[in-house]
């Protein structure tokens, strides 16, 4: 909204700073923090009423988690709600890439919310069905990765990159939707599974957020691109101001979840954004960049992966308890042992992630 202004910038000059990414991306950071800082104590209010014991806990978990029966779930609403007004406020609502990831993100949400909805009506860890729900996302997916072959620069649009490799490029085709479904998909479930200590998953989000509003606004400059010999992706530096508002969303949302968290994310919330994070990186062209940039979120979903198939196969568990955070805990790390060692594991990772950018 505030982006059609610089075209008034003839008439009123200071209205030309609109016209600037990064003065957008920061506003976008500091209108989303200050909107769930301003209305996530009402929010959990309203929550808390209406869900009555919260998020069920887990039986067989670890037995410090008992101590969080009756707090809300759903937290993902006051982010999401922040993140598509600052979105609505800052970003270029004519740039297709801010729709599409939009859509995505939304999309997701509602997926996680009803979720969500199901597990605490029913005071059960039984919600939505696991087939269903990977029919809808597969489907939400898919349609954005059609629209992303759509207003990209065909055939570059279906093709994919890899990483140290400037000159290195493979045109999947019609083969790029159901890669990308996988991408989208699969990155929206490895966060949620990832989303089971408090504070665990949002900074993680966060971090592939910055790495990727970096890469989004390089990749979508053609003067910076071509610097580092990345490919150019036109329109792409708008979804800067998505992952601005994100990360102001987010920075908002931790005031509450962080120990011991007033409220959980929920699926509304993880489903949600790690879908936005793998859109981000199927429109930028940074598929291979986002298994390493998110790769905590890779470790926690091939630890569910292998628990089960070895279990299946063999009837033993490889893990003491899968995702691979809780078999740290019966380990004997503590909760923000857990956390913060998984939070300085994504700086590491989001730093290598963002190094392929330069060495090619």
């Known amino acids: 909204m505030l982006y059609f202004l610089s075209q008034t910038s003839d008439v009123l000059p200071i209205f030309n700073v609109f016209r600037y990414i990064t003065v957008r991306t920061g506003g976008a ?17 309203w929550l808390r009423q209406r869900q009555g014991k919260g998020q069920p806990i887990r039986e067989d978990g670890p ?28 970003a270029n609502l004519s740039n297709p890439y801010v729709w599409i990831v939009l859509l995505v993100t939304i999309s997701f949400g509602a997926i996680g919310f009803y979720d969500d909805y199901l597990k605490v009506t029913k005071a059960s860890h039984k919600g939505f069905s696991g087939k269903a729900r990977l029919v809808l996302e597969a489907i939400i997916a898919g349609t954005a990765a059609y629209a992303v072959m759509v207003f990209g620069e065909s055939p570059f649009s279906s093709s994919l990159t890899f990483p140290f490799f400037k000159d290195l490029v493979w045109n999947l085709g019609w083969f790029f939707i159901p890669f990308s ?24 989000v966060m971090i592939a957020a910055g790495s990727f509003g970096i890469i989004a606004y390089l990749s979508g400059n053609v003067v910076f691109a071509d ?23 987010g920075l908002g949302f931790l005031w509450f979840n ?60 490889v893990f003491r308890m899968a995702p691979i955070h809780h078999h740290f805990e019966q380990l004997g790390w503590t909760e923000p042992q857990v956390v913060i060692r998984f939070w300085i594991i994504s700086v590491v990772l989001a730093l290598i992630g963002l190094s392929t950018l330069k060495l090619r």
């Open 258 to 317: 962080a120990p011991p968290a007033a409220i959980f994310m929920g699926d509304t919330g993880s489903l949600a954004l790690g879908g936005m994070i793998g859109a981000i990186a199927v429109a930028t062209k940074h598929e291979i960049v986002l298994a390493i940039i998110g790769g905590l979120f890779v470790l926690e979903a091939l630890s569910v992966i292998i628990q089960v198939t070895s279990f299946k196969l063999t009837g033993k568990r």
């Open 29 to 45: 950071m500091v209108t989303a923090m200050v909107m769930v800082l301003l209305l996530g104590p009402l929010i959990i209010k």
């Open 181 to 204: 479904i996988c991408v989208i998909a699969g990155a929206g479930n490895a966060v949620n599974l990832t989303d089971g200590l408090d504070g665990l998953a949002i900074v993680p």
């Open 63 to 90: 037995v410090t988690h008992l101590a969080k029966q009756g707090t809300p779930t759903m937290g993902g609403l006051m982010i999401l709600l922040a993140l598509l007004v600052s979105t609505m406020l800052w």
């Open 227 to 249: 610097y580092l010999q990345i490919h150019f992706v036109d329109g792409s530096g708008e979804l800067a101001v998505l992952c601005g508002a994100l990360i102001g969303a």
